[in-house]
């Protein structure tokens, strides 16, 4: 059974540790996502941008995919569907489709229009038992064509947004989607200060996790943050653990080319990461 994330994310603001959003991308990821996440007993949201949910088929497909996992898995730990930097219409579309939390993603608006919106979505997202994640200041980098700067958040625009009944929010503190360039400044801790100070103690989302040093994170989910999200970094160790197979010519022995034996060393990759981010984070065993 999927849950929201308010709990766990509440859970894990209390207990000074984070909770993992690992993205999906088709049912070996999703597979792999849960075996570890059950393996370690930690509380997990299934990450879907639009994009991915489009890929799947639709919303409606990875909903019932995800649910299905769930229950013939035999998953003990809370387990989330949310969808991730949604736009205003993806997340009617989420609600209706069944997955169990949204983001939107209004940072590309002005502050009024931001609000606007996302106060609609809270109350569409509360009536039907869903958790909702805002954002204020981009995040940098490409998520689905939007281009952020990383710009920095603004404390008052963050308690505004807060203020308007939302679960978890997003701000920007200089981190960006898809692997650090070698000259990035780093995140800003004091920016992260002021907006847990403004925003009522409410769960903070560092978003683009893959390539933050260790210390960073921590000290990130020491000020605030309860949900970090990571993407990129399984995309990485699913294409490397791939093409060593494919390069060592095991596809060409046996039916090392069945799909089921092709995709596993990369599957295989995605659960030693999540497990590796898992004891990172501190949430094993917070179930």
Request: net charge negative; charged share 20%; with cysteine.
């Amino acid at each position: 059974m999927l849950v929201n994330a308010t709990e766990m994310l509440i859970k894990a603001r209390d207990g000074h540790y984070g909770v993992p959003q690992f993205n999906i991308n088709n049912l070996e990821w999703t597979k792999a996502v849960l075996t570890a996440c059950e393996e370690m007993k930690s509380p997990v949201i299934l990450g879907v941008s639009e994009g991915a949910g489009k890929y799947m088929t639709g919303f409606k497909t990875v909903a019932a995919m995800v649910s299905s996992m769930v229950e013939t898995m035999g998953i003990t730990v809370p387990v989330a569907l949310h969808l991730d930097h949604g736009t205003y219409e993806g997340c009617k579309a989420c609600v209706e489709a069944g997955f169990s939390s949204i983001m939107f993603d209004g940072s590309h608006y002005s502050i009024e229009e931001n609000a606007e919106k996302t106060k609609e979505l809270v109350a569409l997202a509360h009536s039907k038992g869903l958790s909702i994640e805002a954002e204020v200041g981009s995040i940098g980098g490409v998520e689905d064509g939007v281009v952020g700067a990383g710009e920095i958040a603004d404390p008052a625009e963050c308690a505004k947004i807060t203020d308007l009944g939302i679960d978890f929010l997003a701000a920007g503190i200089g981190n960006i989607h898809g692997v650090y360039p070698a000259n990035w400044k780093g995140l800003d801790f004091e920016a992260l200060d002021r907006i847990h100070k403004a925003t009522n103690n409410i769960p903070l989302v560092l978003h683009g996790g893959t390539g933050i040093p260790d210390e960073m994170i921590q000290k990130a989910i020491s000020l605030g943050v309860s949900k970090i999200n990571i993407n990129t970094e399984c995309q990485l160790v699913f294409a490397e653990a791939t093409r060593k197979y494919i390069e060592a010519g095991k596809d060409q022995q046996g039916k090392g080319f069945d799909p089921r034996k092709l995709l596993a060393p990369g599957a295989q990759a995605i659960v030693d990461k999540c497990k590796e981010k898992i004891e990172l984070f501190g949430c094993a065993g917070k179930a």
